[in-house]
């Protein structure tokens, strides 16, 4: 009971999302550990992405969008060279064209335009609501819906490495940014395409990925907490 009431009262817990998973996979499974129906994150991270979740719990779940609004760093990588309809791998690569010609100054010459305030085009495969439809629901349809470019920051973007077709990076930009959409953007710009090969989120503000659990470890340290809780229990007993 104890280590019920210490959720309800709230909690923010920092995961290492995993591959496959979705956010709100991360969210029902760790309301059906601690048994607390309250629970819920602080920003989308997709299927195929890994990295830091914000995951709160009971009276803290209204500190969610104080987090949401948070800038956040990613690193990952950009395979350039073709396209894909949602900008990832959720999808195949297409429109394939040769990288041959590009240098790597071209290549660092381009994250230029992409930095500061900028207008971007959300994905088409995204949770966006038009006409009270998601956009995915609607590209699953094969029907192409017109949205507005949003404007968003992008604080830094550097190249890391570069081992054609990949291209490693990482990104601190503020609330709101989809680095799908980067890839795709930065992919027209060098005239080769480009989608978003890997991604992980590495900090939130002042959260580090490096101070995230995974769901395995947090379920053992659950249990020995329940345990030894137990214990305390039929030790008064």
Not at 64 to 93: C, R, V
Not at 99 to 112: C, Q, R
Not at 211 to 234: S, W
């Amino acid at each position: 009971m104890l280590v019920l009431q210490s959720f309800l009262n709230g909690q923010v817990l920092l995961f290492d999302k995993p591959m496959e998973w979705t956010s709100f996979d991360v969210v029902r499974k760790i309301r059906n550990m601690i048994r607390v129906s309250k629970v819920g994150h602080a920003g989308t991270l997709d299927p195929l992405a890994t990295g830091l979740l914000i995951v709160c719990t009971g009276k803290y779940t209204k500190k969610i969008n104080e987090y949401m609004g948070m800038e956040k760093e990613y690193t990952g990588t950009f395979t350039l060279g073709a396209t894909t309809p949602t900008y990832d791998l959720e999808s195949d690569p297409e429109n394939p064209q040769s990288i041959a010609h590009l240098t790597d100054a071209m290549i660092e010459a381009a994250t230029a335009q992409f930095t500061g305030d900028i207008l971007q085009m959300p994905p088409q495969h995204s949770a966006i609501k038009k006409n009270g439809e998601r956009l995915y629901v609607s590209a699953r349809k094969g029907l192409v819906v017109e949205v507005d470019p949003r404007p968003v920051t992008i604080h830094s973007f550097t190249i890391e490495k570069i081992a054609l077709p990949l291209v490693y990076f990482k990104v601190v930009c503020g609330t709101g940014t989809y680095i799908r959409s980067l890839a795709n953007d930065f992919g027209a710009a060098l005239g080769v395409g480009a989608y978003m090969s890997s991604l992980r989120r590495t900090r939130i503000g002042e959260f580090s990925v490096d101070n995230a659990k995974t769901i395995p470890t947090f379920e053992v340290e659950l249990k020995e907490m329940r345990a030894a809780l137990e214990g305390q229990t039929d030790a008064e007993l």
